[in-house]
Nanobody, 125 residues
Framework: QVQLVESGGRMVQTGQSLKLSCVASGRTDRVYSMGWFRQGSGQDREFLAG????????YYNDAVRGRFIISRDNAKNTLTLQMNNLKPEDTAVYYC??????????????????WGQGTRVAVSS
């Protein structure tokens, strides 16, 4: 069992940067991948970025590739999302999530079984 707690969300202005963190506790040795997702008002939750926990191999949604960077610190069981050049359309609740131990498609939201509570990001124009 893994528990996830996100932090770092706040209101920023267009063009600014923000770093989100997700601290995992519990059986992180049983995790294949971790990912960041977001859900805007009235929208479906979407995949942003994912990482294979043991290898560090990363995957991105084309919509954020080049602006967002996912990274992890295995020793601290922490997943981060560095978001640069933020835009109003990035306004959403951001979630981190983990898969189970099996190898699964990292970009598929259905691969993720444990979710954090979310942290809200608002980007003003």
């Amino acid at each position: 069992q893994v528990q996830l707690v996100e932090s770092g969300g706040r209101m920023v202005q267009t063009g600014q940067s923000l770093k989100l963190s997700c601290v995992a506790s519990g059986r992180t040795d049983r995790v294949y991948s971790m990912g960041w997702f977001r859900q805007g008002s009235g929208q479906d939750r979407e995949f942003l970025a994912g990482i294979i926990w043991s290898e560090g191999l990363t995957y991105y949604n084309d919509a954020v590739r080049g602006r967002f960077i996912i990274s992890r610190d295995n020793a601290k069981n922490t997943l981060t999302l560095q978001m640069n050049n933020l835009k109003p359309e990035d306004t959403a609740v951001y979630y981190c999530a983990t898969s189970g131990p099996e190898q699964v498609p990292v970009t598929d939201i259905g691969s993720y079984i444990t979710w954090g509570q979310g942290t809200r990001v608002a980007v003003s124009s």
